[in-house]
């Protein structure tokens, strides 16, 4: 949602707040506060112990890397965790399937952004979609 080359976050005024620190390379996920930024101190723990206030920390490396080839608006999917993001903290319509999305949606979905009805197979139809051959009917 945003890119940080340098920024600090400073919790002293929130619930169970109480920090102050100065981060690098940091990329906004969610308006709660979610983020994905290089943390140096934790580069030890990263992917064995969640020391982190909620945000994804990175090295150093890898958050500079990442500020490099990603855009804001691009898609981030978190894998081996059981925490779900906060819907409308952000850009969450991409948490929920297309059926789900339209749900929500007090004008109808324009044809064009309708999925296409699933077909059913022909009875005589083989793998690949092509029916099968007619039997050959001897004369005579």
Not at 65 to 76: A, Q
Not at 87 to 104: H, P, R
Request: glycine residues 14%; contains cysteine; negative net charge.
């Amino acid at each position: 949602m945003e890119k940080y080359q340098y920024t600090t976050f400073d919790t002293r005024g929130e619930p169970n707040g109480g920090y102050v620190v100065d981060v690098e390379d940091a990329q906004r996920l969610t308006w709660g506060g979610e983020f994905i930024h290089g943390a140096p101190w934790s580069e030890g723990d990263q992917g064995k112990i969640n020391v982190s206030h909620g945000c994804t920390n990175i090295s150093a490396a890898a958050a500079d890397w990442l500020m490099g080839i990603t855009r804001v608006g691009d898609l981030v999917t978190f894998k081996g965790t059981e925490v779900q993001l906060t819907e409308g903290s952000g850009w969450t319509a991409w948490n929920v399937s297309w059926d789900e999305f339209v749900k929500g949606s007090a004008l109808p979905v324009p044809a064009g952004l309708r999925p296409a009805p699933t077909q059913v197979p022909h009875p005589g139809a083989v793998a690949g979609g092509s029916p099968a051959p007619a039997p050959s009917v001897r004369v005579g």
